[in-house]
C-alpha cells in the first residue's frame, strides 16, 4: 500500500512568492494534518482537516491557508514567503480526527532566499 | 497539552538494549503516550503507542507505570540504523505536540 506522498520533494522561493504544497494520504484515511519542522526543532502543528473541514489550527499567521479537496487529498497555501518560513513542511494522515495514529509523508523541503 | 521532558541525546552500541525515558507529569486522563522516531530530511515514523501498562510491538516496547507521569521505550538490541531522533508524546491524537526529541547515536 502506498503510504502518505507529498510534491514536491524540493522548493526553492524567493521573498514575497506564495507556494502550494501537496500532499495525498493513505488510502482510506480521511484526516490529513499539516507541520514545519525547522532544522533542529520538532515538528509544529500548522492545520488539522476532515472532511474538508478544518479541525485545528496551530499558532501560524494568516499567511499559512489549506484546504482538503472531496478525494481527501490536501494542499498547503503559503503567501508572502518570508525566510523564515525555510523548513521540511510535513504532511500526516489518519483515518480520523480522533485520536488515531498519524502517519507521516516525506515532506517538502522548502528554501526561501 | 501535556508537556514532555525527555533527554537530549543518548549514545549505544550495537546490540544493546536502549531504553528512553520520558516525563509527562501534567498528562491527562484521556492522554495517550505515543513515540516516533525521525531519520534526517524524513518524515517521522510512528513506532508506539500505549495507555498504561506495558505494550510491545515487533520494534520496541512501551512501559507505562500505574501513575502515567512518565513512560520508557525499549529498543532491543539495537543496530546502526536505529541512530535517529525519537519524540515522546502525549495527548489526544488529532494534534501532536512535539518536543525536541532525543537523539540516539549507535556506535559498532
Known amino acids: 500500500d502506498a503510504g502518505v506522498t507529498q510534491s514536491p520533494t524540493h522548493l526553492i522561493k524567493t521573498r514575497g512568492q506564495h507556494v502550494t504544497l501537496r500532499c495525498s494520504p493513505i488510502s482510506g484515511h480521511k484526516s490529513v494534518s499539516w507541520y514545519q519542522q525547522v532544522l533542529g526543532q520538532g515538528p509544529q502543528f500548522i492545520f488539522q482537516y476532515y472532511e474538508k473541514e478544518e479541525r485545528g489550527r496551530g499558532n501560524f499567521p494568516d499567511r499559512f491557508s489549506a484546504r482538503q479537496f472531496p478525494n481527501y487529498s490536501s494542499e498547503l497555501n503559503v503567501n508572502a514567503l ?3 518560513d525555510s523548513a521540511l513542511y510535513l504532511c500526516a494522515s489518519s483515518l480520523s ?4 495514529t498519524q502517519y507521516f509523508g516525506p515532506g517538502t523541503r522548502l528554501l526561501v532566499l | 497539552l501535556a508537556k514532555t521532558t525527555q533527554p537530549i541525546s543518548m549514545d ?16 491527562a486522563t484521556n492522554d495517550y503516550i505515543t513515540w516516533y522516531q525521525q531519520f534526517p530530511s524524513q518524515g517521522p515514523r510512528f513506532i508506539i503507542q500505549g495507555y498504561k501498562t506495558k ?3 515487533e520494534v520496541a516496547s512501551l512501559f507505562i507505570p500505574a501513575d502515567r507521569k512518565s513512560s520508557t521505550l525499549s529498543l532491543p538490541r539495537v543496530s546502526l540504523s536505529d541512530t535517529a531522533v525519537y519524540y515522546c508524546l502525549v495527548g489526544g491524537t488529532d494534534k501532536l505536540i512535539f518536543g525536541t526529541g532525543t537523539r540516539l547515536q549507535v556506535f559498532p
Do not use: A, F
Not at chain 2, 549505544?12 to 498528562?27: A, L, M
Open chain 2, 55 to 57: 505494550v510491545t510491538n
Open chain 1, 82 to 84: 518570508l525566510l523564515g
Open chain 2, 12 to 27: 549505544s552500541y550495537e546490540g544493546q538494549e536502549v531504553n528512553i525515558t520520558c516525563s509527562h507529569n501534567n498528562i
Open chain 1, 97 to 100: 480526527h480522533r485520536k488515531e
